[in-house]
Structures are given as C-alpha cells and as structure tokens.
C-alpha cells in the first residue's frame, strides 16, 4: 500500500510562456477542509461532467451509481461524485482586447460581467486575463463583486494575438492555485487567432530560416506552400500542447468567438476557431459560434436593430453556459491501469438519467508524472 496525503505538487521549475500580473484586490478567504488520508494503490482522476435535459436544463440529483466510466474499455470503480451546488466554481475568463476583436468588443464586455456578478455564488471565485501580444492576469481569483469592475474597466487594443500562451497561462494559473475540489472552467472570448505566442513566432522564425537557405532554388508557387505548411504544423504543435495544459489542470473549456459565422471568409479565421473546437471537445466544453449579425453598415437604423438583436443571441448564449454549470458533476475513481508519464489516456463516459439527457465530459486525460 501506498499511503497518500493531500498533497504536495511538484511545480513546473519553468514554462514556456510567460505572462505579465497586474493583478486587482484581494480575495476574500476560501477554506476548503480535506484532513482525509487515502490509502490507495492507484492514481486519482477527475473527471468534469456536465448533465442536461433535452431543454437544456440541469439534470440534478445523480448519484455515483448513476455514472460509468471506462479507460481503453476498461472499466473504472467511481468512489465519489460532488454536484455542482456542493462544489466551488473556479471560472477564469479570458478576454480578447487584440486587433482580431470586432465591433462587438464593449458589448460582449457588458454581457460578460453581467454572467459572472448572475452566476458566481459566495464560495466561487474568477480570474481575468487578457489576450494580447502576451498574458496578462489583470485579476487573480476574486468574488463577483470585484470581477463585474474589472471586466468593466477592459479596453480593446491594437496588438498582436497570443492566444495559446494565454489558455496555457490560465490553465497553468487554476491549477495551482483553484482548491482541490472545485470545478476549474475557463471561458474565452476571442477568434482563436494566434500569431504572438512563444511557440508561434519560433515556428516562424524555423521556417523564414529555411525558406532563406533554399530561397534561389524555389519557385513563388513552392515558396508559398512550405510557409503555408510550416505554419499550419507550428499551429497544430502549439494546439496540442495547449489541449495537454488544459487536460493536466481538469479544466473544461469554453469560448465564444466574436466574429461569428464571418470566421468562414478567411483560412486563418477558421484555424482560429479549429482551435477552440478542439479544445472544447477534448475537455467536455463548447466552442460557441453565435450568429451575429454586421453592425456597421450604412444604415444606422438596421445597424442599431442587428445590434438588439446580437444582444439576445449572446444573452441565449450566457443561460445555456450557466445551466451547464449548474448541470456540472465532479465524478472521481482512482485508475487502476498501469501507464508511463503523459501517456494520453482514452475516456467513455456515460449516465443513466430517468429521461432524455446530453452529457459532456473530457475524452481523455494525460498520465502525470509520479
């Protein structure tokens, strides 16, 4: 037997992004009381699981013997399921102030800080960050109050967009300092777009490199299609890299993107919200993709009236993120198979509900180092 106690994490001695803090206020306290010592012979998994009804509403009320989980077809022994009112939601918000933001910016702005002063309850906290040229923790872990003022006080810029070092700072950020046993969620609010992340620009340099090595025996065609390919394959590094980050911290994911069904009319567009999918369905979110409207067009009339009614889309938006929230599960189970450090595990979650119901759970999870 190997006797456990909650617990001393190993932290990473160094990153590969950065981040800058300009942090607002100071928490109130959270206790969180855990004295109990386990003794076990194998590695706990947390596993965020949201439960909804054909409306959309809460499935409340389940039990550990209500869900299944299996590794690789294996099947999983669960030994705990906290409901969403019985657990702390930490939520970090990331807002997009780059060049890439739209029209929409104050308004999504608004709407934002009215979800999070509606939602959060006295025991959950937000963390606010920017995405711009770099990371920025504008606020650490705070209660609505002061959350609603912060996200209030954001303003839009003209800078480049690192978008994957900002997801990785925030997942990074909930998982050392959100208690145990909460539930670690981060919503962003940006296209997906990325072209100031570490890994980025490096991947660029890698590939301007070659090109100027080979540049006197390329054609323009040949020329254009190894920067096309190299920044694609950069992309789908730093992608799964940033999915690991977020798995490693048991973080559901969620964005909305700002540019809404225009993200089509352009390649990078759609790689930026390629990027979100991925992220959403691999840890049990969604990746919102709203049905904007344009409000800026010659007719102020019409403008003003698409405006209202992006309103409405993005406050529909908000309710079906609370209620899956509300509909959130933290279903644990220690796994009994043996694997080497970051092996990427494979996931089957299913519920037995007394009626139609939609679940979201991550798909896997990568094995941490003993």
């Known amino acids: 037997m190997i006797r456990i106690i909650p617990a001393l994490i190993t932290v990473l001695a160094a990153a590969s992004f950065a981040f800058s803090q300009d942090p607002v206020g100071t928490p109130p306290p959270l206790v969180v009381n855990d004295d109990k010592v386990l003794e076990i012979e ?13 409306n959309g509403d809460p499935v409340q009320g389940l039990k550990a013997e209500d869900f299944s989980i299996s590794e690789r077809n294996r099947s999983q022994q669960i030994t705990e399921v906290s409901a969403a009112e019985k657990v702390p939601l930490e939520i970090a918000i990331l807002f997009d102030v780059s060049a890439s933001t739209d029209a929409m910016f104050r308004f999504e702005q608004e709407t934002a800080a009215k979800f999070l002063r509606d939602v959060l309850r006295p025991i959950d906290r937000a963390t606010i960050f920017t995405i711009g040229e770099r990371p920025v923790l504008v606020q650490e872990r705070n209660d609505a109050q002061v ?53 980025v620009r490096m991947g660029s340099r890698r590939i301007m490199a070659e090109l100027d090595r080979q540049l006197n025996s390329l054609t323009t065609e040949k020329i254009s299609s190894i920067r096309t390919e190299g920044r694609n394959k950069v992309r789908i590094a730093e992608q799964a890299k940033t999915v690991q980050r ?3 911290a048991d973080t559901v994911f969620y964005s909305i993107n700002p540019a809404g069904s225009s993200y089509r009319l352009n390649k990078i567009s759609v790689q930026g919200q390629d990027n979100m999918d991925r992220f959403a369905n691999d840890t049990g979110g969604v990746a919102f993709l709203p049905k904007f409207l344009p409000i800026d067009l010659k007719s102020e ?6 405006l209202e009614t992006n309103k409405k889309t993005l406050e529909v938006i908000f309710t079906q993120l609370a209620n899956e929230l509300q509909a959130q599960y933290l279903v644990q189970y220690y796994s009994d198979g043996e694997y ?31």
Do not use: C, H, M, W
Not at 42 to 54: A, K
Not at 149 to 172: C, M
Not at 301 to 306: G, L, T, V
């Open 42 to 54: 194998s590695r706990l998994v947390v596993v965020p699981v949201s439960v909804v009804d054909s």
């Open 147 to 199: 959350s609603f003022r912060t996200i209030s006080e954001l303003y839009p810029t003209k800078q480049n967009t690192a978008f994957f070092d900002t997801v990785s700072a925030a997942a990074l950020y909930l998982r050392l300092n959100a208690p145990a046993k909460s539930r670690k969620v981060i919503l962003v609010i940006s296209d997906g777009e990325d072209n100031s992340s570490e890994g």
């Open 246 to 248: 977020l798995q490693d």
């Open 301 to 306: 009339y019409q403008s003003k009236a698409n």
């Open 340 to 370: 080497d450090p970051n092996e990427y595990i494979e996931l089957d979650v299913n519920v037995r509900t007394p009626g139609e119901s939609r679940i979201r759970a991550r798909r896997g999870y990568f094995v941490k180092g003993q």
